[in-house]
């Protein structure tokens, strides 16, 4: 998979930028935009929903296309320090998943990674992942399993699925990547579970 580093503070003045807190998006190509211009996925859209409601939060958009749990484990550090975000919303696994890594290894990186986030006291989104059901029910199952079991134990907010309501129409050619006209309930997905975080 292409990987595209997007590390941007999307659609706001430099005067709004600084009065605003960071919203980190740490996530990987379902996040980055992959296959669409940037200002059609969800984080850009989500930054608009925020300032439509005068929420005072800006989007800083850290997603990698291609990236694994693993990936994520070692990078989440500098980004906590670059960023100090108020809210973090943590999308990754996806990729784990489709590559058939261990649930172990995966619920392990994770766990880390939420781990990473708590001495800041930045609040968290956990997004649940899906897989396509011909990876086995027993892999499935365990894969689906990994994500309200880590926001219990972390007690962080769980969104169960970050592409729920995104039909098989709504994706790209490769029937992996999510195109820009699923963005908008992508979007929402994430906002309904968002909103008591930005209080």
Not at 23 to 43: M, R
Not at 172 to 183: G, R
Request: overall charge positive; hydrophobic content about 40%.
């Amino acid at each position: 998979m292409k990987r595209a580093l997007l590390l941007t503070a999307l659609c706001l003045p430099a005067a709004v930028q600084a009065a605003s807190a960071p919203i980190l998006v740490f996530g990987d190509s379902l996040s980055a935009g992959y296959g669409i211009d940037t200002q059609d996925s969800w984080p850009s859209l989500l930054q608009q929903e925020l300032d439509r409601n005068h929420y005072p939060f800006r989007i800083v958009n850290a997603s990698i296309s291609g990236d694994t749990t693993l990936g994520g484990r070692q990078r989440i550090g500098k980004l906590l320090e670059q960023y100090k975000p108020a809210i973090v919303i943590v999308a990754l696994g996806a990729n784990d998943g489709l590559r058939g890594y261990s649930a172990a290894s995966i619920e392990s990186n994770l766990s880390d990674i939420l781990a990473q986030i708590k001495p800041g006291r930045a609040r968290v989104l956990l997004a649940g992942m899906k897989l396509p059901p011909n990876y086995g029910e027993s892999y499935t199952r365990q894969f689906q399993a990994i994500f309200p079991r880590l926001a219990e134990k972390h007690r962080v907010r769980l969104l169960p699925f970050l592409l729920e309501g995104v039909t098989t129409e709504q994706f790209q050619a490769d029937y992996l990547h999510p195109s820009a006209a699923s963005q908008a309930q992508i979007m929402r997905n994430v906002m309904h579970s968002l909103k008591p975080l930005l209080h």
